[in-house]
């Protein structure tokens, strides 16, 4: 059995991780802070952007959501403790002292024992890094980028607003902080190859992250990506694709990289392609069985410098 995973996986698991870190079971519980995002004010922000992904429960409090959220989760695992997860658009993007009331509001909720946030390396500024690290010292505390590519050409194509060295340095910011950092990375862009894909992995892993979220494009309606497709049905990956990519990937990122995401579930429920997503399960699923098959594991291409 692979030595960071809890059962039949060949890479890093959330799971393994969380029980390994805290001994029980840790649930990230998704809240929306009602922030907004830089990239906004640039014209739509990315191309695939349907404008705050997350829970759409951000006419309620913290507190409310929390409820709605964790019932069934209280359900399925009796003793389980959170982890508050604030997702949708940038959520370090707002005057520090609004800052300090949401996290402070969130990490006051039962049973919620760390914070994971998700913003843009371009939304770190020094008094921003300075706090965090200083919530670092008190909780667990996780910090989620997008990059999506380690290309630049495809950051400009996607209007992300800001480039890899941008993101490069917020890593190397967030890490002399002490703090876990989690990066996003999208397979699927038009215009990138399987190799393109694979430097991303690589590139990430050369700079150190400490985990990673893995996910293929989809195209929502109402966003200038859905536009593009309408004039022009570009190609999308193939699941059998997305899977070889995928543990093509997972190869090239050395085995303490904990494996958040190898796959999404589209937010909207409209979304228009590729379809193959609705069946999330099918790709974890496919994942572990091509592993298997050509008895690979996460890391084993990584070479020590
Ligand atoms: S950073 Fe996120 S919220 Fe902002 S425009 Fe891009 S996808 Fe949308």
Redesign the pocket.
Known sequence: MFKYSLDNKRYHTLNYFFRNKFGFKVVKVSLNGNF?????K?G???I??????GNRLEHKSLKEQFEIIKKPLDKKWKDAKYIAYLQ???NTYAPIDVLKKVYTEALSLPNVIGLDI?T?SDALNDDVLDYLEELNKKTFLIVEL?LQSCHDTTLKF????HDVNNFQEAVKKLKERGIFVVAHIINGIPGESKEMMIETAKFLNEIGINGIKIHMLYISPETELASMYQKEKFPLLSWREYVDIVCEQLRYLNDKIVIFRISSSPEDENFMAPKWLEKRKLILNEVDKEMKKRDIYQGDKVTSS
């Open positions: 907004s995002c830089p990239n906004f640039n739509q922000g990315c695939f952007c349907a404008h705050g992904s949708a658009n940038t998700a843009r997008g996607i209007k992300r607003g």
